[in-house]
């Protein structure tokens, strides 16, 4: 039978360098080309949803931080922004029928801002127009001409009936509560007091009488003197707005004629016209009196004359004016009154008082008509604003509105602004997992955000991404003004990248890692006084970031070279291996050795994981284990029963463990004990198993490897040492140059392997052994081994059993002889 081993891999294989010399002298590109390096499949997802004009179109970038989403999200809604129109701008106005629930006025973009001065001025311009025009001669002619004739009128009306209350011996007298008939004396006088009661009260009936018989004349005369005070009132008022209308009209025509193609900001104009006519006596006021003049006296009334006259002014809520194509907003902060505007209060004379001019924007209205780009974490976050954004985007529509006033417990008058409609491109950025959860829980997700533009972590590496990289780094250093990287730097950086994609292969699209090691290096060449970037200042800041990060990793080793964590690194041991652990300590990620136990003795339990039976196995390692039951079963069980108990351990691990990756030393750690064969503890092994026995790949291979170099360095390095990985993980090694260094003079080795049985022969020193035409194993061959000692452990359990039932027997017998026994007595 031919051995069976891993193939040891050769140095040239335990990494993939770039050489400086795929690169020519770099040339400067344009930054946004460098960002979309690798990202095809999210740029056409993006280039499509920007294209779609339908509703619901909205984009969910998902992609690991890190990978340029929102770079390109910048980059590519304004580069779509410039080809589009500019959307017009908004302002809310006051409403003269409903206060409460102002006007949104549109304009075109910039003239928002022009209407708010027009607007200003006119009020200015009314003020001095309107006082002119009361203040002239002809206004007051003409207001003196009517209260004249009013007077001719009363007068005459007064006279008339005087003559006729004379006749009747009465006398006329105007008193508070209007005209009075006052009986005369013999005199023609009117009568006195002393006099009347001095008369019979016969003559006093007669004078009452006759006075309730003029009552009728004077309540008719009264009623014609007020008809005519009334309508020299509203003569006077019709004058007034006459005159009043003369002044405005004029001004709110030009500002008409200006604003003739906003249609709805001419209405506003004639209601605004409406209004001062109606509220002529704000203007007629001398400004000193409605400002400052009296506010220390009469604050109230500064107050009411300033409130009236705030009603004509605008409040602009979005200003396109210096906006080119549509608007591109990214709003950082996506809280409630951030992203859809609010409605501010302000304190007067101990009250909180708003109008139309309070009323904020939002990120919302001012990416109206263009882009807003939200990070979903935030917006999910934040109370209220992921259903608000919902509902906008159902109803096509901006409303402002405050958060408190959903939830008051007595109903408040608020301010109701007329929601604005709504025409915007949200892109969402997030992680994947963001939009699993809300695909499958939000029913209305899938609605408004239709496309999806996934980001990878990785790419190929080939020629075209490696000078996209080149390009990349060149346009980096240029913007930011750094050093020059020379093609050894941009070389080294293509490893380094490839080492952060944990593939030969693969590049990775993690540039924010990529620029930190740009930015560091580039620090370093400026601390050694180099004039460029060179792969020595990519190496010394790769380093450094480590040593920044590695503190429980050096504290680790320390106590594996004290011994306080016990690993060998020599010799060999029955039913004991070492496995590799990784440990993320979330910006940085080692491996360590750990040392696996196994014990295997006679009975019918099977694998007993004892991190499992403590609750501290993960579901994936659970797993793991009874894949290898399982494989032990159809390796040793095909014409007898597994009749065993083992139990196996990951040794002074005090914390959860979780993953396949150690299934095969585990598997070898058992089966070693079973056949009392023992293993190599200078040789570590990762690798997950499946029931038939092949080795599957596994995660943090370089990890791994490094750990137990640095491991056995610090013990000594004898040139047996090494670690045995997963063939399928070949080309995952990205080594660091101490370990190929280590590998090319012979001190430490990685093998490879894809069956179990090939790193059960290295670790042993002896052959596996195959099935032989009796379904056996070949005697000098570890599965032979342990398949003897299985059929001895079979045969005893059966013999045991025997026994058992034997002695069960007999206890049965003499138990039913004694109730015999029992029931003769």
Known sequence: MADRLPRQLQPSELTRHCSPESFAPTDTGKEEEAILIGQERAVRS????????????????????????????????????????????????YNFDDPTSPWALSLPPGQATDFATDMDELIEDARTAIRNEFEGGEFEQRRN??????????????????????????????????????????????????????????????????????????????????????????????????VGSFAVRPLIEQLQETYSEAHRVCEYLEAVHDDMIDHLDYFKRDEEESSGGQQALFPQQQQDSGAALDRYKVNVLVNNAETEGAPVVEEANPTYYNLFGSVEYKSSMGTLTTDHTLIRSGALQRANGGFLILRIEDVLTSPFSWDT????????????????????????????????????????????????????????????????????????????????????????????????????????????????????????????????????????????????????????????????????????????????????????????????????????????????????????????????????????HSKGVLILSSFLSERFAYDKPLSLSASITFEQSYGMVDGDSASCAELYAIISDLADVPLRQDVAVTGSVNQKGDVQPVGGINEKVEGFYYTCKARGLNGEQ??????????????????????????????????????????????????????????????????????RMAKNLRHFAADEDAEDQEEEEDTSEEDDETSEQ
């Open 722 to 791: 090494g670690v045995i990985i997963p063939d399928k993980n070949l080309d995952n090694l990205m080594l660091n140059d101490e370990v190929i260094e280590a590998a090319e003079a012979g001190n430490f080795h990685v093998w490879v392997m894809q069956d179990v049985r090939e790193g059960l022969e290295l670790l042993t020193g002896m052959p596996a052994g195959d099935r032989t035409e009796d379904r056996g194993f070949p005697e000098d061959s570890v599965f032979g081994k342990a398949d003897r000692r299985l059929r």
């Open 46 to 93: 993006v280039q499509f949803g920007l294209h779609v004009a339908s509703p619901g179109y909205n984009i969910f970038m998902a992609g690991a931080p890190g990978t340029g989403k929102r770079t390109f999200a910048r980059t590519a809604t304004q580069d779509e922004s410039r080809d589009m129109d500019t959307p017009q701008d908004w302002c809310y106005v």
């Open 145 to 242: 001409e009517l209260i004249e004739d009013f007077q001719k009128k009363t007068s005459e009306a007064v006279r008339q009936l005087e003559e006729e209350v004379r006749e009747n011996g009465f006398a006329l007298q105007k008193g508070a509560g209007g005209f009075v008939p006052v009986p005369l004396n013999d005199a023609g006088t009117p009568m006195s007091n002393e006099e009347y009661r001095a008369l019979s009260p016969e003559r006093r009936q007669e004078i009452e009488d006759a006075g309730a018989e003029l009552q009728p004349l004077v309540r008719r005369a009264t009623r014609e003197i007020r008809q005519l005070e009334k309508e020299v009132k509203s003569s006077i008022r019709d004058l007034e707005r006459q």
């Open 389 to 620: 954004l919902k509902r906008s985007l159902k109803n096509e529509a901006i409303r402002i509105e405050n958060i408190g006033e959903q939830y008051r417990m007595v109903p408040t008058t608020g301010l109701n602004p007329e929601p604005i409609p709504l025409n915007v491109k949200i892109i969402l950025i997030g992680s994947p997992m963001f939009h699993y959860l809300l695909s499958t829980y939000d029913d209305d997700f899938r609605k408004y955000f239709k496309v999806k533009a996934d980001f990878d972590v990785q790419m190929e590496r080939n020629d075209h991404y490696l000078k996209q990289y080149a390009q990349f780094i060149s346009n980096v250093a240029q913007r930011d003004d750094l050093l020059r990287f020379n093609e050894t730097a941009i070389a080294r950086i293509v490893d380094h990248s490839s080492r952060l994609a944990q593939d030969q292969s693969k590049l990775s699209a993690r540039f924010n890692e990529v620029v930190e090691i740009v930015y560091e290096s580039d620090a370093w060449a400026r601390t050694d006084g180099a004039d460029e970037v060179s792969a020595e200042h990519i190496d010394k800041a790769v380093q450094e970031r480590r040593y920044r990060s590695n503190l429980a990793e050096d504290h680790i080793r320390e106590a594996i070279d004290r011994d306080k964590i016990m690993v060998d690194t020599e010799g060999s041991v029955v039913g004991q291996i070492n496995g590799l652990s990784v440990y993320s300590m979330g910006d940085y990620s080692f491996a360590r050795p750990s040392r696996i136990t196994a014990n295997v003795y006679m009975g019918n339990e099977g694998v007993v994981n004892i991190e499992r039976q403590v609750k501290m196995s993960g579901s994936s």
